[in-house]
């Protein structure tokens, strides 16, 4: 089934897979956005027609909730169903304690507020997401189109006095306008390269006027599964403490081939 994959959709499909076992019938589930969570909602599809598996889906973006349409996932939204058993997402970053920098697709807000809603959040990626300390990757801050740039320079202020590398906030821009989330919203990319205390900088970002969300998960992913193009699976579990490696568990039907 991974034939004809580049190297990076191999490693996305295979922790997707993963991912897509901890998922029961009966389960209300928060189905994350981006090219991870779109093997996430691809491999549930499948389950959906060959299995039967019956689940009601809440999805984070309406790029998401067409996919899941398509393959014949039922979806709701988060007000009728009211509390998820479970969501898997993606992440643009993440450390060794689960914390995370969402956001790379523009879909933070849904994206935190689906994972807050559920009793547990996976994460899937691939190995190239895993960093010694957030920050390389520019943080997605949502912001109010009013008053966005008194709300940028406020942000590039407040950041000369904390524990990052960097201070410049980019509006994102979609060709020459600037990019809409679903929420009808702007975002501003933060260039930190360094994040000292992703906790304090999540709670500080939220206090400035005009911000609505910003892209930083700390205390909210349970587990991350970390997919590699040969096939092999790292889950991490952070009430465990623990890291468990599976070896390709395809290699001998690669080697048949
Ligand atoms: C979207 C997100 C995505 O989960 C994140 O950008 C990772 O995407 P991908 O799986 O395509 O690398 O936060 O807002």
């Not at 008053?147 to 410049?168: F, N, P, W, Y």
Request: proline share 3%; aromatic share 4%.
């Amino acid at each position: 089934m991974t034939d004809n994959l580049s190297p990076a959709d191999a490693a996305k499909s295979a922790a997707a897979l993963r991912a897509a076992s901890y998922v029961k019938s009966g389960m209300k589930i928060g189905l994350g956005t981006g090219s991870t969570a779109a093997w996430l909602v691809k491999h549930l599809g499948e389950r959906v027609r060959s299995e039967g598996l019956d689940i009601i889906a809440v999805p984070t973006s309406t790029r998401t909730a067409e996919q899941a349409d398509a393959e014949g996932i039922t979806i709701t939204s988060l007000n009728d169903a009211k509390w998820l058993d479970l969501t898997i997402d993606g992440a643009d970053e993440y450390d060794a304690d689960l914390a995370l920098i969402k956001g790379g697709g523009g879909a933070l807000l849904q994206e935190k507020i689906v994972a807050t809603a559920s009793d547990r959040m996976i994460v899937i990626a691939d190995e190239t997401k895993f960093v010694d300390r957030l920050g390389r990757f520019p943080l997605p801050v949502e912001v109010l189109g009013f008053g966005m740039t008194a709300t940028q320079m406020l942000i590039e202020e407040m950041l000369e006095g904390l524990d990052v590398s960097g201070s410049k906030a980019v509006p994102r821009m979609d060709g020459d306008a600037l990019f809409v989330t679903d929420e009808g919203n702007h975002i501003l990319d933060l260039h930190l390269e360094r994040i000292g205390n992703p906790r304090q900088l999540s709670l500080v970002l939220n206090q400035v006027p005009g911000v609505v969300e910003n892209g930083l998960f700390v205390d909210i992913c349970d587990i991350c599964i970390t997919g590699f193009a040969n096939g092999r699976i790292e889950v991490r579990d952070i009430a465990r403490g623990s890291v468990e490696t599976t070896e390709n568990p395809n290699a001998f039907l690669d080697l048949a081939d």
